[in-house]
């Protein structure tokens, strides 16, 4: 039987957040950021025939939360809508606010808990030295994952110590 070699060694690391990012603008201004200004030096590619920019959204989900509360304002029951985009999940949120009879069967009234929302996006990062590696954020915590040379680690660390929200 033949035995598995290590090719490769990856690492990853986490930066958690002291505060929660504080809303949904806020965690799409960071992201766009990255793409817009390409603070880590990311350099285009092409594989299998195909383009790709240095950054490019990889994969992203956001949640709403929505809490039902009866006359007391007691929460009584609660429902969470995961979507692919911002817009998207904003318009579930509204549509299930809006739902009467969604309302009644649970028995409260529908309030968007928006401090409860989760978020994430995962960049897919190709370094000038040709490695691809990963940058996933949430409300949360900053995940670099897949990369092997530490310099990738330092600049992606410098560019976040100048983002507020991401202390």
């Given at each position: 039987?033949?035995?598995?070699?290590?090719?490769?060694?990856?690492?990853?690391?986490?930066?958690?957040?002291?505060?929660?990012?504080?809303?949904?603008?806020?965690?799409?201004?960071?992201?766009?950021?990255?793409?817009?200004?390409?603070?880590?030096?990311?350099?285009?590619?092409?594989?299998?025939?195909?383009?790709?920019d240095g950054v490019?959204?990889?994969?992203?989900?956001?949640?709403?939360?929505?809490?039902?509360?009866?006359?007391?304002?007691?929460?009584?029951?609660?429902?969470?809508?995961?979507?692919?985009?911002?817009?998207?999940?904003?318009?579930?949120?509204?549509?299930?606010?809006?739902?009467?009879?969604?309302?009644?069967?649970?028995?409260?009234?529908?309030?968007r808990d928006a401090d409860s929302?989760?978020?994430?996006?995962?960049?897919?990062?190709?370094?000038?030295?040709?490695?691809?590696?990963?940058?996933?954020?949430?409300?949360?915590?900053?995940?670099?994952?897949?990369?092997?040379?530490?310099?990738?680690?330092?600049?992606?660390?410098?560019?976040?110590?100048?983002?507020?929200?991401?202390?």
């Amino acid at each position: 039987m033949a035995d598995f070699i290590e090719t490769t060694n990856t690492k990853s690391a986490t930066r958690e957040l002291a505060a929660s990012i504080a809303d949904v603008a806020t965690f799409q201004s960071i992201i766009q950021s990255v793409i817009n200004d390409n603070p880590f030096g990311c350099t285009a590619y092409t594989q299998s025939g195909v383009s790709h920019d240095g950054v490019e959204v990889n994969r992203e989900s956001y949640t709403a939360k929505i809490v039902f509360e009866d006359n007391a304002a007691e929460k009584v029951g609660t429902l969470s809508v995961k979507c692919p985009t911002v817009s998207s999940m904003n318009s579930a949120a509204g549509a299930i606010v809006a739902d009467a009879d969604l309302a009644v069967a649970v028995g409260g009234d529908p309030v968007r808990d928006a401090d409860s929302d989760t978020y994430s996006c995962q960049l897919k990062c190709h370094d000038a030295n040709s490695e691809t590696y990963y940058v996933t954020f949430s409300r949360d915590k900053v995940r670099i994952s897949s990369y092997e040379d530490d310099s990738i680690l330092t600049v992606v660390e410098t560019w976040a110590d100048t983002v507020s929200a991401l202390a």
